[in-house]
């Protein structure tokens, strides 16, 4: 009998070691690029290699009309943690301590969110974000105690933190979210122009490059890169490029690490996946700009239910404050919705769970919005954007002035190139000239199916007057209600009266009227 009881009590002990370890609650792992964009084969680009995202898009729906709400760094990433448009949620530009941006402190993200109903939630990587009081995850391994590069580009160490992560989920048998923030493909910046333009040499081995043992670089020839429309085909444009490919590769590589740290855990048939960007990549007309090249991002999601579309495209129309929603329903927490009950359901953040599962049916109407209003501190450029599946809308409120340019792409040889080719008056085989794309007017209306380029602006074409002005008004109902504070920019000033019924743009009287509107 006393066996009996033995074998009972060993066996019990066994079944509640594997439950703890096995914990086979839903999870989300997000991995998101910095500045990464369409250099993947999933996407159809034949000569980056990166055969591990690649294999994630078989067992995911790739979305084919994917768009971040904000072309900035800190910015995109907060209405990604908040499902808010930036002049909502208050990351009106970069988090670094001399811009001083910081989201309000009364809003929700989704760690803070997360951890009331007991999620284990994580950061490795780009935070970029603040206050850390909005923003806090149980588990921190950021730029904020690390070395940007050990935590963003050393896939040896992003693995090592991974797994670390997942034990004490598994430890804790807690339900979790991780968010793994890689720093490839941004560009390396000034101070280490040593390890090449995007960091390339970085860990690769070479001499006073240091080593990452899990990294197997790839390098490219300038003269075979695929060369988006949006970038001049110089020789200097194209060394740029090959150099950002070698990056995309690290990045790569990184990622089917942190997957095979999910797999190692137990928890790769209950994590949602999701990749993305945060914006597009550090090229004129990419990053900071609202126009598709700026704007259009990579996304797959990969669902472990059975049911689940694998292998898939979608053309749904989506936005990257979607994935705040998502992440909510996947966990079965209800969404109060953060843009405001009354704003148009269409034009709401939503959850994308059901596009994993059967693709809906195509609308004409579907729009996705976006919202800028600074890149760095001396970037005050406000744009806003609405975007359907035909055509769309910017609104320039700064047009009088010229667009302005961050330091990266500032100092990087694609756009001294632009530069130096102009100054002397040379050639330059690019798709617009320097001129054009710093001085726009303050409303651009593009036929994205036609003129996928937006290079043709059609605003105030008389033939288009009916569409134009249905879009402006959807824009603007759309700012109204997500509370944007340049609603009547540049030619009315928001005022908010006790008798009038909600907020009125009185006219300045400033001569813009007129020419505006």
Not at 461 to 474: C, G, I, V, Y
Request: with cysteine; glycine share 6%.
């Amino acid at each position: 009998m006393k066996n009996v009881f033995k074998f009972l009590f060993v066996f019990l002990c066994i079944i509640i070691t594997e439950t703890a370890i096995t914990n086979k609650s839903k999870n989300v792992l997000i991995l998101l690029a910095d500045d990464g964009g369409f250099e993947l084969g999933a996407y159809g680009n034949k000569i980056c290699q990166t055969p591990n995202i690649d294999a994630l898009a078989r067992q995911s729906v790739l979305f084919n009309n994917a768009f971040t709400s904000v072309s900035s760094c800190s910015p995109s990433r907060a209405a990604l943690l908040t499902g808010r448009p930036s002049h909502q949620n208050g990351m009106y530009g970069l988090h670094h301590g001399v811009h001083h941006f910081n989201s309000f402190e009364n809003v929700t993200s989704l760690p803070n969110l997360l951890r009331k109903h007991g999620i284990f939630t994580g950061i490795i990587g780009k935070k970029h974000v603040g206050p850390s009081s909005v923003y806090k995850f149980d588990y921190e391994q950021t730029e904020e105690n690390n070395h940007i590069n050990q935590v963003g580009r050393n896939i040896t160490h992003i693995k090592m933190l991974s797994k670390e992560f997942l034990h004490r989920a598994n430890e804790m048998n807690k339900p979790f979210f991780l968010y793994v923030a890689f720093h490839d493909p941004h560009r390396c910046g000034h101070s280490e122009i040593e390890f090449g333009a995007f960091c390339e040499r970085w860990g690769s081995g070479e001499v006073g490059a240091g080593l990452i043992p899990d990294w197997k670089p790839w390098y490219y020839q300038w003269d075979e890169v695929a060369l988006p429309y949006h970038v001049q085909d110089t020789e200097a444009a194209r060394r740029d490029i090959a150099a950002q490919y070698t990056t995309m590769s690290r990045l790569d590589q990184g990622v089917a690490l942190v997957l095979q740290a999910l797999e190692a855990s137990g928890h790769q048939e209950d994590t949602l996946v999701l990749y993305s960007s945060d914006n597009g990549i550090p090229f004129p007309s990419g990053r900071t700009n609202l126009y598709d090249s700026g704007l259009r991002e990579p996304l797959l999601i990969s669902s472990p239910e059975p049911n689940a579309r694998r292998n898939e495209v979608s053309h749904a129309m989506v936005s990257s404050l979607d994935v705040f929603p998502t992440v909510l329903d996947w966990f079965g927490i209800p969404a109060d919705g953060p843009s405001g009950d009354d704003i148009r359901s269409d034009d709401a953040p939503k959850s994308l769970l059901p596009i994993l599962e059967k693709e809906p049916a195509r609308r004409d109407d579907e729009a996705a919005f976006a919202s800028q209003t600074h890149h760095e501190i001396t970037m005050y450029y406000p744009m806003r954007a609405v975007r359907t599946r035909s055509h769309k809308l910017i609104h320039n409120l700064n047009f009088a002035m010229p667009f302005p340019i961050d330091q990266d792409l500032y100092a990087s040889a694609t756009f001294q190139d632009i530069l130096n080719r102009t100054r002397a008056r040379q050639p330059l085989p690019w798709y617009k000239t320097l001129k054009r794309h710093y001085y726009r007017p303050q409303w651009e209306l593009y036929d994205v199916r036609a003129d996928p380029a937006e290079l043709r602006d059609l605003h105030g074409k008389p033939t288009l007057a009916a569409l134009e002005a249905t879009l402006r008004e959807r824009l603007r109902a759309w700012q109204r209600r997500t509370g944007d504070p340049w609603l009547c920019a540049p030619d009315a000033v928001l005022v908010r009266t006790p008798d009038s019924p909600g907020d009125v743009c009185s006219a300045l009287d400033n001569g813009l009227a007129a020419y505006l509107h």
